[in-house]
């Protein structure tokens, strides 16, 4: 019974090997996969109920970790394949093909974090082995597949037009941010201490900042007919003055957000993206002499600047100390 996981494995590589050979790819649900692969599922979960009175607590935990990285690909493989057949064929950076490689990795991680999953078998005993030890691979991956596909997809959503946050592409970074923060959140004192808190934070703040960058890149890209190039997206003057807004506003609402919790590392990190748009106004805006979007540009940034100067001043280190104490008593002689 060790052997049927394995098994499993080399029959997936077998069947890839063939579609390579014939120069096709292999799709799980072809030739009766639709229905092998979820008995084949169902046998796998059986075989490690029965399993625990006679193999080792470490070695039965291996295999449910690589069971699950196992059907997670398969499934994220069979989700593309179906999302694919959406957007134009033979397009694989479509925004409908890269979603399928997401929704399942995504949708694991939210269900290891889900009350009734973790009180249900085998999550209920095997916590650690699935939350910790198999869920960390699929995190960075999605966070991998978030940064690169953020850079080099266009959005094409075709047959449907583009919509910023509406973009199948968008929706599933937006997805993955989730995912990847709710099972980060829920591993406690283990997250903190194979990540800090800070560096956590930091991540997941820089994500997003770059998934918000790449969501106006492409809406210039579709409504502005600004090439999805990088050469082209950076001499345009309009991509140029969004992007200084976007990132202007971004810094705003960081800083009001640090102070009103009186978090300083927060209001730093605003006040830190706002130095940047500053310094990109005069070294890039600036060489658009007379043009509208460098006007627009530093008038909105300068407005913004104001309004966090009066809304949010720098907070304090920390906070101030409690007042009232007992005055010391004087010794008595």
């Not at 493989?77 to 925004?95: K, Y």
């Not at 009734?116 to 939350?131: D, F, G, I, K, T």
């Not at 198999?134 to 597949?145: K, S």
């Not at 583009?162 to 937006?174: K, R």
């Amino acid at each position: 019974s060790l052997a049927t996981l394995p098994g499993f494995v080399l029959v997936a590589l077998f069947a890839l090997a063939q579609g390579s050979a014939n120069g096709l790819a292999y799709v799980p649900s072809t030739a009766w996969g639709w229905l092998a692969w979820p008995l084949a599922l169902a046998w796998h979960l059986r075989l490690l109920r029965v399993q625990k009175p006679s193999v080792a607590p470490t070695v039965l935990e291996r295999f449910h970790v690589a069971g699950f990285w196992f059907f997670v690909v398969l499934a994220a493989r069979e989700c593309q394949w179906q999302m694919g057949q959406f957007g134009q064929a033979g397009d694989v950076w479509s925004s409908w093909s890269l979603l399928g490689w997401v929704l399942v990795p995504a949708l694991a991680l939210w269900g290891l974090q889900s009350r009734a999953m973790l009180q249900r078998w085998p999550l209920s005993e095997y916590r650690r082995a699935y939350v910790e030890v198999a869920a960390t691979p699929v995190a960075v991956y999605l966070l991998a597949w978030a940064w690169i596909t953020n850079a080099l997809s266009s959005g094409n959503a075709a047959p449907l037009p583009y919509v910023p946050l509406l973009n199948p592409l968008e929706l599933a970074h937006w997805l993955v941010l989730g995912a990847v923060l709710l099972w980060w959140r829920g591993l406690g004192p283990s997250a903190s201490a194979a990540v800090p808190q800070r560096v956590g934070n930091a991540l997941v703040g820089a994500t997003a900042l770059a998934l918000l960058t790449g969501m106006v890149l492409r809406t210039c890209h579709h409504f502005a007919d600004v090439p999805w190039d990088f050469a082209a997206l950076y001499a345009s003057r309009l991509t140029q003055a969004a992007l200084s807004v976007t990132w202007a506003v971004c810094g705003v609402l960081v800083m009001v957000v640090g102070y009103r919790r009186t978090m300083r590392p927060v209001w730093i990190a605003g006040a830190s993206l706002l130095a940047v748009v500053v310094v990109k106004l005069f070294f890039v805006e600036l060489a658009d002499q007379g043009g509208l979007f460098r006007i627009v540009s530093f008038l909105s940034v300068g407005v913004l600047l104001l309004l966090v100067g009066y809304f949010a001043p720098v907070p304090p280190a920390k906070p101030d100390a409690a007042k009232g104490s007992a005055l010391p008593q004087e010794e008595v002689v």
